[in-house]
């Protein structure tokens, strides 16, 4: 069995989901195989995947369903897996050559029970990093203080332990098709703590149709998601008041949008959604004339 799952949530990619495999043929370790999960493709993806698997230049697993959203791509992803690692490559992105022999590497090197896996970091097609480094003195660390704690911006690419990612699955709501990823991270920061290695394992392009470049309309379609997103992060042990105070205003904000009746009784925090309402009100209209 493989060392290292890498798998990729898709929905009509197509036209650059290719990129991706040219980059997994150039690996320079094979130690993986390769998850797709087809989120409701109505474009070419699936001959374009069934074509490569015939090549057999790399072990491909190709999984269709209807189309839910990236988050429930991420929970039929995590119940296949069978790896001992895995990691998340979008399907606009794609790998550096030697990403997997770093991946595989490092963790036979330094990977324990102790770590929940290891963060590293993301490059723009240029070359030029995403955001800060990764703390040079620090040997491992939660993602949430990475952020809030130690000043660390952009994206990171995260690669976890598989027996921890099958836990916290992502609620689907019906007729919704988003929710915050970072919530199953954050329920593993509880416990486990992330190694750290300063080297890029993903390359990463913000396209048009993508959701980082969308978010005011996700914000908008999907409210219910929204809320439970920010409800729970309010609940987070080691978050600090300012924090919490943000994600109380969005989660007024986003029970507006989704007409909760009961978004106070169902808040974990109440004085702070109190003090919450009259900018989370402000959000709400701001979210209204944005889409």
Not at 7 to 13: D, E, I, K, S, V
Not at 96 to 102: G, K, T, Y
Not at 125 to 150: A, D, I
Not at 174 to 190: Q, W
Request: hydrophobic share 35%; charged share 20%.
């Amino acid at each position: 069995m493989s060392t290292l799952t890498v798998f990729t949530p898709t929905f009509n990619r197509a036209y650059c989901l290719h990129q991706l495999y040219e980059s997994l043929i150039r690996q320079s370790c094979k130690d993986f195989e390769w998850l797709i999960i087809d989120d409701g493709s109505t474009d070419q993806t699936r001959i374009l995947v069934e074509q490569w698997t015939a090549e057999k230049k790399v072990p491909i697993r190709y999984v269709y369903q209807n189309n839910q959203g990236m988050h429930a791509a991420h929970n039929t992803a995590y119940k296949l897996i069978d790896t001992e690692l895995n990691v998340c490559i979008d399907s606009d992105d794609y790998m550096p050559d030697q990403a997997v022999e770093h991946i595989v590497t490092f963790w036979k090197n330094h990977g324990s029970d102790q770590y929940s896996g290891f963060v590293g970091l993301d490059c723009y097609s240029n070359g030029e990093r995403v955001g800060t480094k990764l703390p040079e003195h620090l040997k491992s660390s939660t993602l949430f203080n990475l952020y809030n704690k130690y000043g660390v911006t952009g994206d990171k690419k995260l690669v976890y332990r598989t027996a921890l990612t099958r836990q916290f699955p992502y609620p689907v709501f019906s007729g919704e098709k988003y929710v915050g990823l970072a919530y199953k991270y954050y329920m593993i920061d509880r416990d486990y703590e992330l190694l750290l290695l300063n080297k890029v394992l993903c390359c990463i392009e913000y396209l048009t149709d993508g959701s980082s470049l969308n978010m005011f309309k996700q914000y908008r379609n999907n409210p219910r998601g929204f809320a439970f997103y920010r409800k729970e992060l309010m609940k987070l042990p080691f978050a600090g008041q300012a924090f919490k105070y943000r994600q109380a205003v969005h989660y007024v904000s986003s029970s507006l949008l989704s007409r909760n009746k009961d978004w106070f009784k169902d808040t974990p925090a109440k004085m702070l959604t109190i003090v919450a309402c009259l900018p989370g009100l402000l959000l709400y209209w701001f979210i209204l004339s944005k889409t």
